[in-house]
Nanobody, 126 residues
Framework: QVQLVESGGGVVQAGISLRLSCAAS????????MGWFRQAPGKEREFVAA????????HYADSVKGRFTISRDKDKNTIYLQVNSLKPEDTAVYYC???????????????????WGQGTQVTVSS
């Protein structure tokens, strides 16, 4: 069983940076890809970024490419999402997730992810 716990969210002004963390329990963490998704009020959950089990391969949504960076620290059983130059439209609950699909192409489909955290709120004011 895998448990994921996000942290690092908050209320910030536009242009500020944050680092979101997702701590994982269980040995499964280091063997499978993980991702970040977000859900804004009144909108569907959307893909943000994903990282391979090794950390060598990453993939980003076009809306965050160049501003967000996903990384993982296997020693700490943690993945991170560095979010820079935040915009009001980045306001959402951010979720980390783990998929048991270990394929070369990182999935952007939330239905492919098997374990989810409870989410951390990021609110960006203009």
């Amino acid at each position: 069983q895998v448990q994921l716990v996000e942290s690092g969210g908050g209320v910030v002004q536009a242009g500020i940076s944050l680092r979101l963390s997702c701590a994982a329990s269980g040995d499964t963490f280091s063997s499978y890809p993980m991702g970040w998704f977000r859900q804004a009020p009144g909108k569907e959950r959307e893909f943000v970024a994903a990282i391979s089990w090794s950390g060598d391969n990453t993939h980003y949504a076009d809306s965050v490419k160049g501003r967000f960076t996903i990384s993982r620290d296997k020693d700490k059983n943690t993945i991170y999402l560095q979010v820079n130059s935040l915009k009001p439209e980045d306001t959402a609950v951010y979720y980390c997730a783990l998929t048991l699909l270990n394929t070369a192409d990182l999935s952007t489909f939330d239905g492919d992810y098997d374990y989810w955290g409870q989410g951390t709120q990021v609110t960006v004011s203009s």
